[in-house]
């Protein structure tokens, strides 16, 4: 028996209509969009679960608080406002705000990397890893190899893998290693938290080598609550607490806050260096705006700062954390194979275990997101080859990432646990007829970067 998640803690204060697109509709939908789920129009998708970016329901006192926005284009109260959140909560001296989460990617890995640069993680998202490669680097996956294996339970698979990290500096050089970041969670690796542990591990070697050691911090306050109830010694902290001394083991973190901070748009890098603040200016002045606004306008810069103090909410963590536990279990329970344990954000689906018959070439986590669409008008997205293969330039030989996964994102106080069982019943209809699905899709059209947005699919099954 599955344990429920607890009761909400919020009231709903406005509703807005969704429906279950008809059979007939769906399958003209996904047609359109060259069977790729970025493509599907919303009013066409009954469960969204694509993604828990900027797709929260924000609380009263951030509404409340864009009334207040000051629009100036330099010097705004509301950056100021924004600025004593920030020290207040993460404790850093300096923020630079931008319009989402890769463009403050844009603006530390376009400033700080040169060509042929290793910048070492755990494991990078995707547009991560395609910021850095964009800039000539290479992003080194240093992440412990628990996280390759999605049935395996272990507390923090998110970890850094601190041999595999000195290693990679000796090999590379502390000369071509511009940074450390680590993703907390890491959403690649299926949103498994990061313990404190290994964190304050990893600031140790980075000190040690004199590199800066960063956070990828979009779920900060979620890997806070994980350590609070998984890690020895931490229960008796509070979520505020420890996500302080996070922050005080690294130099800087880029931020989406479309996540934890629960606002519908913004980012930011916030450093504890003045030096280094003044070197990233003039590329966010070039890419995104002033200073003090940095692509957002005065009202999103207020939303934010209030974002910033309600996410260690403890309650709202409880909730929302033991929502996705709970989705994730009703599959399993059912013999759904997920990554485990369940983490934070999202559940994420084996799609190699879910359809051995499709080979990687055929991009099972797609396959996946198209017939789950078809089947109850759930869209998720996939997180395999299709993202992450790499292709030899020179031979052009494909190398597929070792996890295939398939993610069901839940955005953060939008969803009734009740609409959570319509999704896990829709995941288990559909495997229990998973021996009917053998073939997957040939790539049609991609861009070089970022393949799985853009790209369209054509299917090789009978129609």
């Known amino acids: 028996m599955v344990k429920r998640a607890p009761a909400e803690p919020f009231r709903v204060k406005m509703v807005e209509p969704i429906r279950v697109p008809s059979p007939e509709e769906r399958v003209e ?52 406002r924004l600025k004593e959140a920030v020290k207040e909560v993460l404790g850093f001296d300096y923020v630079i705000p931008t319009h989402q989460g890769r463009a403050a990617e844009n603006v530390l890995f376009g400033t700080l990397l040169k060509r042929g640069d290793k910048v070492l993680f755990n494991m990078p998202f995707d547009t991560t890893m395609a910021h850095v490669i964009n800039a000539g680097g290479e992003p080194i996956n240093c992440v412990i190899d628990e996280a390759y ?71 900060m306050a979620e890997n806070a609550y994980f350590i609070k109830v998984r890690e020895e010694g931490q229960s008796h902290r509070t979520v505020a607490q420890i996500l302080r001394e996070m922050m005080d083991l690294c130099d800087g973190i880029t931020v989406s806050a479309k996540k934890d901070p629960m606002v519908n748009i913004g980012g930011m890098i916030a450093l504890r260096d003045e030096e280094l603040y003044q070197r990233l200016l003039p590329r966010l002045i070039l890419y995104e705006g002033f200073a003090t606004y940095g692509g957002l306008a005065g009202r999103d810069l207020e939303a934010l700062a209030v974002g910033l103090r309600e996410m260690t909410d403890e309650a709202h963590l409880e909730h929302r954390v033991e929502q996705v536990r709970m989705l994730g279990e009703m599959m399993a329970e059912e013999g759904v194979p997920i990554v485990k344990p369940v983490g934070g954000h999202a559940v994420f689906v084996d799609a190699k275990a879910f359809l051995p018959g499709v080979p990687r070439e055929e991009f099972p986590a797609e396959v996946l997101a198209a017939h789950l669409y078809l089947e109850g008008a759930v869209r998720g997205v996939g997180l395999g080859a299709l993202a992450f293969m790499k292709e030899d330039p020179i031979t052009g030989k494909v190398q597929y990432p070792e996890l295939e996964l398939f993610r069901l994102a839940v955005p953060r106080r939008t969803y009734t646990n009740h609409q959570m069982e319509y999704v896990a019943e829709s995941v288990v209809r559909l495997f229990a007829r998973r021996e009917s699905i053998a073939r997957g899709f040939q790539l049609e059209y991609a861009p070089k970067l970022l393949k799985h947005f853009l790209c369209r699919l054509k299917p090789l099954w009978p129609r």
């Open 29 to 80: 939908a996904l047609e359109r969009a060259g069977w790729n789920v970025f493509g599907l129009p919303s009013d066409l998708v009954y469960i969204d679960l694509l993604t828990d970016s900027g797709t929260g329901a924000m609380s009263q006192e951030q509404w409340a608080a864009m009334m207040r926005g000051d629009e100036a284009y330099a010097g705004a109260r509301s950056f100021y």
């Open 149 to 219: 294996d999605p049935s395996r339970e272990h507390p923090f698979k998110g970890n850094v893998d601190v041999k595999k990290l000195e290693e990679a500096i000796s090999r590379y050089g502390r000369e071509n290693v511009p940074l450390i970041m680590v993703t907390v969670t890491n959403n690649s690796g299926g949103g498994q938290p990061v313990s404190l542990s290994n964190l304050r591990e990893v600031s140790r070697v980075a000190r040690k080598h004199g590199i800066p050691f960063f956070l990828d911090a979009a779920r």
